[in-house]
């Protein structure tokens, strides 16, 4: 089994910076491509960035410029630096993650509980 474990998000006043986490844990072989993407209340949910296996990057422009997403491939923990945020930022964010994994080293899509962030003063 495979697991993705978010941490870090929590109440900040507009401005403000938070760093989310996403560990994978079980049986991996590699991660390929690891996201982030957000929910807010009455929403979609919608792609905040994404970033791939040769650390290329993507970015919804309503981000850019504001958050920086990145990798630990040795810890398999993806991270999410969250910078001048506001209120319209406030949303569950989730990680997910394309894993291969198993005899046949198939690739299998994986999403995290989900953490709540909150930008309000």
């Known amino acids: ?8 998000g929590g109440l900040v006043q507009p ?3 938070l760093r989310l986490s996403c560990a994978a844990s079980g049986s ?10 957000r929910q807010a209340p009455g929403k979609e949910r919608e792609l905040v960035a994404r970033i791939r296996s040769g650390e290329t990057t993507n970015y919804a422009d309503f981000v850019k410029g504001r958050f920086t997403i990145s990798r630990d491939n040795a810890k398999n923990t993806g991270y999410l630096q969250m910078n ?3 209120p319209e930022d406030t949303a569950v964010y989730y990680c997910h993650a394309n894993i291969r994994r198993g005899v046949n080293n ?3 899509s994986y999403w995290g509980q989900g953490t709540q962030v909150t930008v309000s003063s």
């Open 28 to 37: 991996i072989f590699s991660i390929n491509v690891m996201d982030w993407y």
């Open 15 to 17: 401005g403000g910076s």
């Open 1 to 8: 089994q495979v697991q993705l474990v978010e941490s870090g």
């Open 84 to 86: 001048s945020l506001k």
């Open 106 to 108: 198939l690739e299998y």
